[in-house]
C-alpha cells in the first residue's frame, strides 16, 4: 500500500507539462497523510491539465458518508477496473499524484522500522497514477484521489509487498486524458518503473506520527 508520502517540490518537468508556473498556495509537505488534501494534476472534458489540490481518499461521487474515502485511499491495479468503488473513477476521471517520494514500513518482529523512498536523480519527479471524484452531499463538496499501487518490484519487496503505481513520463498525457482508450490505460497498468529508479534509507520513529511534519522527517539514518 502507499500510506503516507512526501510532495516538497513540484519539479519543473511536471510545471513544463502543466504549461504554469508554482501555485501561489503551494507548500512543502514531508509527511502527507490519508484525510489531507495534496496536490494532483487532473484534466477534465474539454479543459486543459490542471494542477488541484485534493483530499485523500477516494469519496465516490454515489457514497453517502465522507467516511468511505479513508477505505480508499488506495486503489489495486489488479482489480480497479471492476471494483465499483473505482471503476467509473478509472474509465472517466484519472489524475497524476504529485509526490517527492514515500514511506514504508518493514517489520522486524513486533517493531516496524519507517524507509523512505525517492527518486535517485532528485531532480526528477515521482508521478503516482491515480483517480479522481466529486461528492456533493449535505452541503459539502469534496473532490478527493485515491493512489494506484501494484506488486513489488525487486527494489521494493525487502521491505513490502506492495508500492505505488509510478508512471513514466511517456504515460502522463494519456493517463489523465478523459477520452483516452482504455486498452490503452490498461497497458499502462502493466509497465511500472523498474528497479533501478529508486532510492531509498531508514529515517527515525518521529514520521510514524502523522501529526509531524518537516525534513526531519527524511532525515537518512541509513541505507538499506
Known amino acids: 500500500m502507499c500510506g503516507r508520502f512526501s510532495l516538497n517540490q513540484i519539479p519543473d518537468s511536471i510545471l513544463e507539462f502543466l504549461g504554469f508556473g508554482l501555485p501561489e498556495s503551494f507548500q512543502e509537505r514531508f509527511n502527507i497523510a490519508p484525510a489531507e488534501n495534496s496536490w494532483v494534476a487532473l484534466q477534465e472534458k474539454d479543459r486543459k491539465p490542471a494542477l488541484q489540490e485534493l483530499y485523500w481518499g477516494l469519496v465516490p461521487f454515489w457514497a453517502k458518508e465522507k467516511s468511505i474515502g479513508m477505505r480508499a485511499i488506495n486503489a489495486r491495479a489488479e482489480s480497479v477496473a471492476e471494483k465499483p468503488m473505482f471503476r467509473e473513477a478509472y474509465q472517466k476521471r484519472r489524475c497524476l499524484v504529485l509526490a517527492s517520494g514515500f514511506y514504508e514500513w518493514r517489520k522486524n ?69 478523459p477520452d483516452a482508450g482504455l486498452s490503452e490505460i490498461d497497458k499502462i497498468l502493466e509497465q511500472p518503473v523498474g528497479n533501478d529508479v529508486l532510492q531509498n534509507w531508514e529515517v527515525g520513529p518521529y514520521v510514524n506520527n502523522a501529526a509531524h511534519e518537516g525534513a526531519c522527517c527524511i532525515a537518512r539514518i541509513n541505507f538499506l
Not at 519507517?114 to 466529486?134: C, H, I, Q, T
Not at 456533493?136 to 521491505?159: G, L, V, W
Request: charged residues 30%.
Open 109 to 177: 518482529g513486533k517493531e516496524k522500522i519507517p524507509y523512505y523512498f525517492s527518486p535517485k536523480n532528485d531532480r526528477e519527479p515521482l508521478v503516482f497514477a491515480g483517480l479522481w471524484d466529486d461528492w456533493n452531499e449535505k452541503n459539502e463538496n469534496i473532490r478527493s484521489f485515491t493512489i494506484i499501487t501494484t506488486a513489488a518490484n525487486d527494489f521494493m519487496k525487502p521491505i513490502h509487498d506492495r508500492m505505488p503505481l509510478i508512471l513514466k513520463p511517456e504515460f502522463w498525457r494519456k493517463w489523465i486524458a
